[in-house]
């Protein structure tokens, strides 16, 4: 789990690397200069838009999903250029430049478990609700950039779709919870959940939340997102949902990464990670 929150706008960094059987794009997708697209919308709904109530302890309420969201097929808007129809998975990996330093803003401080430089900024296609590709971003630890290339590689061919991959930023942290989100995302230096000092997976870039809403985290009564309670029921499988032995969980596996859905004491279906936590 990451957060959730309103999203800006990206920039993609110059030069591009790529390892392994990984296609190259050797023209990133040019930088977005527009402002921020609004939130993706569903009859019913607007995603972002309500502040979950707070209990006594300050904590937003668990509240149950509101209908237009139970079952979920969002396309969150382009913010970087889709590839073309029928264009192969492409992907690019390349050093954090000061852009996306600024981007990234405080979601990396003094302190964290590894500097800007042992991270990487990855472009790469994925596949969406609206059965069509689009590019995303992830920023990830460098040693393990050319393995989520791979993964994303087979998430695409599979056509699993998500509904948007992209770098999280201060604004992400600092919204007020709505409960909603379902970015899928993976670099953000912050402590596991529980605790104030023991830095999570995310933070050294070795985790990765897919699709949050479809795929929530559940410990006692608590559910991120929020609202995603619907999709405790694991059954029927519904689109953007992870399940054993997908092709999402085999992918991870196969570079040997570990799924907090198989987890017992708290299920974090969404996520992922080297260390196995
Ligand atoms: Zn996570």
């Given at each position: 789990?990451?957060?959730?929150?309103?999203?800006?706008?990206?920039?993609?960094a110059a030069d591009t690397t790529v390892t392994?059987?990984?296609?190259?794009?050797?023209?990133?997708?040019?930088?977005?200069?527009?402002?921020?697209?609004?939130?993706?919308?569903?009859?019913?709904?607007?995603?972002?838009?309500?502040?979950?109530?707070?209990?006594?302890?300050?904590?937003?309420?668990v509240l149950p999903t509101p209908p237009a969201?139970?079952?979920?097929?969002?396309?969150?808007?382009?913010?970087l250029p889709p590839p073309p129809e029928g264009a192969p998975y492409r992907s690019a990996a390349v050093p954090i430049d000061?852009?996306?330093?600024?981007?990234?803003?405080?979601?990396?401080?003094?302190?964290c478990p590894v500097p800007l430089a042992d991270l990487r900024h990855l472009t790469l296609s994925f596949w969406g609700f609206d059965g069509r590709p689009h590019t995303g971003e992830l920023v990830v630890n460098a040693k393990v950039a050319a393995d989520v290339q791979e993964v994303f590689g087979k998430l695409y061919a599979a056509r699993f779709p998500l509904e948007e991959v992209r770098v999280v930023e201060p604004g992400d942290l600092t919204a007020e919870p709505t409960g909603d989100?379902?970015?899928?995302?993976?670099?953000?230096?912050?402590?596991?959940?529980?605790?104030?000092?023991?830095?999570?997976?995310?933070?050294?870039?070795?985790?990765?939340?897919?699709?949050?809403?479809?795929?929530?985290?559940?410990?006692?009564?608590?559910?991120?997102?929020?609202?995603?309670?619907?999709?405790?029921?694991?059954?029927?499988a519904r689109p953007g949902m992870i399940t054993r032995g997908d092709v999402v969980t085999r992918a991870f596996a196969e570079i040997g990464w570990g799924w907090g859905g198989a987890w017992t004491s708290s299920t974090d279906t969404m996520h992922f990670s080297a260390n196995g936590r």
């Open positions: 789990m990451v957060s959730q929150g309103p999203a800006a706008s990206p920039t993609i392994g059987d990984v296609a190259s794009s050797t023209a990133p997708p040019t930088p977005a200069t527009a402002p921020p697209a609004p939130a993706a919308t569903t009859p019913g709904w607007v995603l972002g838009a309500t502040p979950l109530p707070k209990g006594p302890d300050g904590t937003p309420l969201l139970r079952d979920r097929r969002l396309t969150a808007p382009d913010r000061a852009v996306l330093a600024a981007r990234m803003g405080s979601t990396h401080q003094p302190g989100g379902n970015t899928s995302a993976a670099f953000v230096c912050r402590p596991i959940r529980g605790s104030t000092s023991t830095p999570s997976a995310h933070s050294s870039g070795l985790a990765i939340d897919i699709n949050p809403f479809q795929n929530p985290y559940k410990k006692g009564a608590s559910v991120l997102p929020e609202l995603a309670s619907a999709y405790l029921d694991r059954s029927p």
